[in-house]
Nanobody
Framework: QVQLVESGGELVRAGGSLRLSCAAS????????MGWFRQAPGKEREFVVA????????YYADSVKGRFTISRDNAKNTVYLQMNSLKPEDTALYYC????????????????WGQGTQVTVSS
């Protein structure tokens, strides 16, 4: 069982940076791939990025590639999302998700979800 809590979302100006954190409970974190998804008002939830259990492989959505970076610290049971060069269209509720085994960009494959943290990018 994994419980996830996101943090770090806030209001930021376009071009700025934020780092989101997702803290996971338990010692089983090491067995899970992790992903970040986001949902803007009036839009469907979309995939952002995923990272495998070791942190050695990543998979980014085209919309954030080159600007966002995912990483994980298994000793701290935490996954991070570094967001640079933020744009107003990045405004969304960001969700952390955990999936046992290999990573995926499909929302339905993930087993556990956090409550979300709000990121708002102003012009």
């Amino acid at each position: 069982q994994v419980q996830l809590v996101e943090s770090g979302g806030e209001l930021v100006r376009a071009g700025g940076s934020l780092r989101l954190s997702c803290a996971a409970s338990g010692h089983t974190f090491r067995s899970y791939s992790m992903g970040w998804f986001r949902q803007a008002p009036g839009k469907e939830r979309e995939f952002v990025v995923a990272i495998n259990w070791s942190g050695g492989s990543t998979y980014y959505a085209d919309s954030v590639k080159g600007r966002f970076t995912i990483s994980r610290d298994n000793a701290k049971n935490t996954v991070y999302l570094q967001m640079n060069s933020l744009k107003p269209e990045d405004t969304a509720l960001y969700y952390c998700a955990a999936k046992y085994g290999g990573y995926s960009h499909y929302e339905s494959r993930y087993d556990y979800w956090g409550q979300g943290t709000q990121v708002t990018v102003s012009s």
